[in-house]
């Protein structure tokens, strides 16, 4: 170092990209009390404090890596007997024998840390008054359970909505048609024109569009019957749920037409019957769409994450705990174009599978009268998973007696 | 939110075509930090760049104190990431809190994410009961404080950040240039939602397979650190680096890149 450096009235010191020092000055020496031969080869962080040595890993390092210069940094040096020593620093990032080399250069600043101090001071009182001020956090709080409240309206209001939609497409269209073809085979029945064999004819297929339509009745009666969920929520244990809806649908198919799969599933806050519901139309889906007929093999796992519980109105946010539910199956799958329609009423991707249509529209209503999320993914031939979200609520952490299925 | 609201707010920048590889920079700085790292991978890879809100050029407009009061609200920008631009088998490359940020993403949405590879990453900053995350709070308060000596910048100082000061955009230049995370009000929240974190209750929920680039030397995540995640996260590959200090892919990007292709390649 070149003697003029090394006398210079500031503290100089130079250190490589493995943060090694290579060369310091007599001032650098003199501040922090050590000898040369005891700060060359050390690594940098040596003569930082703490804080100094966090603010060097994540800013400046990073800064004088990309940028090749830093001005006006503020660090503590950390002296022998571990006094902190405030500096202004600044620094080149130059090259000897092709590798970087950081050189740097810093002053002392007490009188200005102590100026500093007391601006941070006065600055860090103001923002706590105003922060602080205890009728701003109530109405902030007052705000945010306003928001709250209006948001679930909001959602009760959105969903009615949908159901009023739905509704409305369900008699244009789905009930239009089994009443045109009643009306126009009862008229075959009272004209003389036709034949008996076309009247025998048009008699079944009068009774083919009664049972369609009695199918669409009964199933809009149940989707528009289901109460909220309400007061009736108790502790469920799910995999004890599970294991007894699998039976259900065993019986109403065949023996091992199902198996399913499940770590230790968590417990969940909700309506049981609703719940059996639920995971009985999920089921009965993963059975009715296993491949070529074979078993549906239905991994349940169950994780809990957080999400923001504000639906409707954006820019508010409250980070709850949700039990995420998913239901996978090994089945036939479908174009996930389809996926944002599966939820409506009588919407069926394919006509030959034995749905009422009715199945995951009910299932959106269940877990949405739980204040919950449900959302579907799947691809062709390697299968579909349902992903249920349900709040998690405090009653659980203090459970009541469980519920026996 | 509207797909191309997300990738402006984020500063979303796409190169590249193959599997998508999603580097999420860490707390002090944007994505130029991976200008060493994404050629050895753009031949092969669909790159995926971008700021966190608050960080580097993104629009810091869009940033809610509420939102970012905890990870989980980082983890959301990643997800709205990958929804807009509708990825799959991610596989994401997080550098320091962004590797329990990829966390949280991967354990709400697993389908999303075919690998993490964690850079330097730590469950939790501060030592608890039989746990050592290096730091006592008081250090922690005492890098807030020696960030927000360094973004005085005399003039702003003197305004209660509260204040906010849209009506000084020259300041804000001024510090663009000298930093790379600009604004003092949202990287004193960062750093509170980064060293105050705690997900050490998280790692076992991750089932997605995960590579540890662990330094040898990390005063941010010490090695102990590195054996812990590596024994709570359950398909996790622990690398010890030679690299020091917390940014091996800025101080050693080469044994970063062929750690990380290391690893990718055992998975064809």
Redesign the interface.
């Known amino acids: 170092m070149h003697d003029y450096l090394n006398g210079a009235p500031c503290g100089y010191f130079s250190f490589n990209d493995e943060s090694i020092l290579l060369s310091v000055n007599d001032m650098l020496c003199r501040l922090t009390d050590y000898k040369r031969d005891e700060l060359t080869g050390k690594n940098i962080e040596f003569i930082l404090t703490l804080p100094s040595r966090i603010f060097y890993q994540t800013h400046l390092f990073p800064l004088l890596k990309m940028r090749g210069r830093a001005e006006e940094i503020f660090l503590t040096i950390l002296g022998r007997d571990k006094t902190a020593l405030a500096v202004l620093l600044n620094a080149v990032k130059n090259e000897e024998d092709g590798k970087p080399v950081y050189q740097c250069a810093f002053i002392t600043v007490p009188n200005r840390k102590k100026f500093e101090d007391e601006l941070v001071a006065a600055r860090n009182k103001a923002e706590r008054a105003l922060k602080e001020n205890s009728d701003l956090l109530r109405i902030r709080f007052e705000l945010q359970e306003q928001a709250a409240q209006l948001d679930a309206q909001l959602a009760l209001v959105k969903k009615h909505n949908q159901e009023l939609i739905q509704l409305n497409r369900v008699v244009t269209h789905e009930m239009q048609e089994p009443l045109r073809k009643i009306s126009m085979f009862s008229e075959m029945l009272t004209e003389e024109k036709f034949a008996a064999f076309d009247k025998d004819n048009a008699r079944k297929r009068l009774a083919n569009a009664s049972i369609q339509m009695r199918t669409v009745v009964s199933g809009l009666q149940q989707f528009f019957w289901l109460e909220e969920a309400g007061d009736k929520k108790v502790n469920v244990d799910l995999n004890k749920l599970i294991r007894v809806v699998a039976l259900d649908v065993e019986a109403g198919t065949s023996k091992d037409s199902i198996s399913i799969s499940a770590d230790t599933l968590s417990g969940l806050y909700a309506n049981p019957e609703q719940m059996k519901m639920l995971f009985y139309e999920l089921l009965c889906n993963s059975v009715r769409f296993a491949k070529d007929g074979r078993r549906a093999d239905v991994v349940v796992t169950t994780t809990e994450i957080q999400r923001n519980s504000f639906r409707q109105i954006p820019g508010h946010y409250n980070y709850e705990s949700y039990i995420k539910i998913d239901v996978a199956d090994n089945g036939n799958g479908f174009d996930p174009q389809y996926a944002p329609r599966v939820f409506d009423l009588f919407v069926r991707l394919q006509s030959n599978t034995g749905g009422r249509g009715i199945g995951l529209a009910l299932c959106k209503k269940i877990v949405e009268n739980h204040g919950g999320f449900i959302s579907i993914d799947s691809a062709l031939e390697k299968g579909t998973t349902v992903s249920i979200l349900l709040p998690v609520h405090n009653d659980l952490l203090s459970p009541k007696s469980d519920h026996l299925l | 939110m509207i797909t191309k609201d997300v990738i402006a707010r984020n500063n979303v920048r796409v190169s590249g075509k193959g599997q998508p590889m999603l580097f999420a920079h ?4 944007d994505q ?2 991976w ?1 060493y790292l994404t050629p050895a991978f753009e031949n092969d890879y669909q790159i995926i760049l971008f700021d966190y809100v608050g960080a580097g050029k993104s629009d810091k407009n869009s940033y ?1 104190p ?2 970012y ?2 990870l ?2 980082y983890a ?1 920008d990643v997800l709205e990431i990958c929804e807009s631009l509708s990825l799959r088998n991610v596989i994401f490359v997080g550098h ?1 809190v962004s590797g329990m940020i990829g966390l ?1 993403a991967a ?2 949405r697993p ?1 999303i994410f075919s690998d993490l590879v964690m850079v330097g990453p730590s469950p939790c900053y501060i030592n608890g009961d039989d746990y050592i995350g290096g ?1 006592e709070r008081s ?2 308060e ?2 807030i ?6 973004y ?1 910048g005399w003039a702003n ?2 305004a ?3 204040m906010g000061r849209a009506d000084r955009p020259e300041l804000a230049a001024e510090l663009n240039e ?4 600009t604004d003092p009000v949202i990287a004193n929240q960062f750093a509170k939602a980064t060293f105050f974190s705690d997900n050490r209750k998280d790692l076992r ?1 991750l089932k997605t397979n995960t590579l540890l680039l662990q330094c040898s ?4 995540a010490p090695l102990p650190v590195g054996d812990f995640l590596h024994r709570e996260i359950p398909h996790s590959v622990l690398k010890v680096m030679k690299a ?4 091996p892919h ?3 990007p080469e044994e970063t890149i062929s750690l990380i292709k290391e690893y990718l390649a055992t998975k064809k």
């Open positions: 860490g707390f002090g700085c130029n930090m200008r809610e509420q939102r009061e905890t989980q609200g959301q320091s949280l354990v709400e389908e730091f250090d922690i005492g890098l404080e020696t960030m927000e000596r360094n005085i100082f003197l209660p950040a509260v000298s930093f790379c995370t929920k030397e990390d005063i941010i020091t200090g917390h940014c800025l101080s050693e």
